[in-house]
């Protein structure tokens, strides 16, 4: 199996377990000793995760760790459900749509629920809301992660290598200036590379918040991106100037 594949396995057992021996962590992969350890001290030499006497750690100071999937939720509330009704627009009725994972992308679930389309998804909370509809649902599978109710993996990510579909609707957990959208996870990391090399057009929804928030990994750069879906900034607020200069790389930017 490549290397990159087996980092993540270990970084989805870890993420889960929190911390673990590497013998145990051998057991669970089926892999050599030897093997996990030159796996284990690359990672950690990335600042991934910690290694103490025999023993890997997930590292919790991780900058802007992610919070679980239903306290994500109640943030920023009634911008994510505007930024939803602004994002539904794009949509036409009988198209095939990747809706990654996030609570913004999960109030645009709710409301697409009346129309008739295709959904992909990595999300385990967005299928359970789109089984509501006429809508045809589609999950990639994959290694669920528990706290943020998603697909992650190497078989998630086969699977998004293998379609191709209208349009994408991304989420992020941050953006680093004008060089593009972060992930604190180098799972998702992957899996949002192939939802974007799966679509024909890459959208991008996130509030006003996320302008001041950096995670470890940038997993698009805007030359990637399409549109942007935000909040109309205040004039003449930093927001309104990063926004300009991110329109300025042929980013379409709509406001809610």
Not at 27 to 37: E, K
Not at 53 to 70: E, Q, T
């Amino acid at each position: 199996m490549p290397i990159n594949e087996r980092k993540q396995e270990i970084m989805s057992v870890l993420s889960d377990r929190k911390s673990i021996s590497l013998k145990d962590l051998g057991n669970t992969l089926h892999y050599s000793q030897a093997t996990l350890r030159r796996d284990v001290s690359t990672l950690a030499s990335e600042g991934l995760l910690q290694r103490t006497h025999g023993m890997i750690h997930w590292i919790d100071s991780v900058p802007n760790k992610v919070l679980p999937a239903r306290d994500r939720g109640l943030l920023n509330l009634h911008s994510k459900r505007m930024i939803a009704q602004k994002a539904a627009e794009l949509v036409q009725d009988g198209a095939t749509i990747i809706l990654d994972s996030g609570t913004t992308t999960c109030e645009l679930a709710r409301v697409l629920l009346p129309r008739s389309i295709n959904v992909v998804t990595n999300s385990l909370e967005i299928a359970l809301i789109m089984a509501q509809s006429s809508s045809q649902i589609i999950s990639c599978g994959g290694l669920l992660q528990p706290k943020q109710l998603c697909f992650l993996g190497p078989d998630a990510e086969r699977f998004f290598e293998s379609i191709e579909v209208d349009v994408l609707f991304l989420g992020t957990t941050g953006v680093r200036g004008t060089n593009g959208l972060t992930t604190s996870s180098p799972l998702q990391y992957n899996i949002k590379q192939a939802m974007i090399n799966a679509a024909k057009k890459k959208v991008a929804l996130f509030d006003l918040s996320k302008l001041d928030t950096a995670c470890l990994f940038v997993f698009s750069d805007f030359s990637n991106i399409d549109t942007i879906i935000t909040q109309q900034p205040l004039p003449g607020t930093r927001e309104e100037v990063l926004l300009n200069e991110i329109r300025d790389k042929d980013v379409e930017i709509l406001f809610a």
